[in-house]
Nanobody, 126 residues
């Protein structure tokens, strides 16, 4: 069992930066790919970024490439999403998610993730 908690989020002006954090419980964090998804009001939840269990591989949605960076610290059971050059269209609830241990293959599909955080709101004002 894995529990994910995402403190942070908040309101930021367009062009600004924000870092999201996700704290994971359990002893298997270091064996799990981690992802960030987001859901804007009235829209489907969409993939944002993912990082492999060992941090060697990252993946990003085209809409955030070059602006967002995902990272992890397995010693602290933490995963981060550094967001820069934020745009109003980045406004959404952001969710941290964890896959099964030692997974492989695609990382951009919601149904590949077993555990989800409660979400944190990010609002980008124009």
């Amino acid at each position: 069992q894995v529990q994910l908690v995402e403190p942070g989020g908040g309101l930021v002006q367009a062009g600004g930066s924000l870092r999201l954090s996700c704290a994971a419980s359990g002893r298997t964090f270091s064996l799990r790919d981690m992802g960030w998804f987001r859901q804007a009001l009235g829209k489907e939840r969409e993939f944002v970024a993912a990082i492999s269990w060992n941090g060697a591989t990252t993946d990003y949605a085209d809409s955030v490439k070059g602006r967002f960076t995902i990272s992890r610290d397995n010693a602290k059971n933490m995963v981060y999403l550094q967001m820069s050059s934020l745009k109003p269209e980045d406004t959404a609830t952001y969710y941290c998610a964890a896959r099964g241990t030692l997974s492989s293959g695609r990382t951009d599909l919601r149904n590949l993730y077993d555990y989800w955080g409660q979400g944190t709101q990010v609002t980008v004002s124009s």
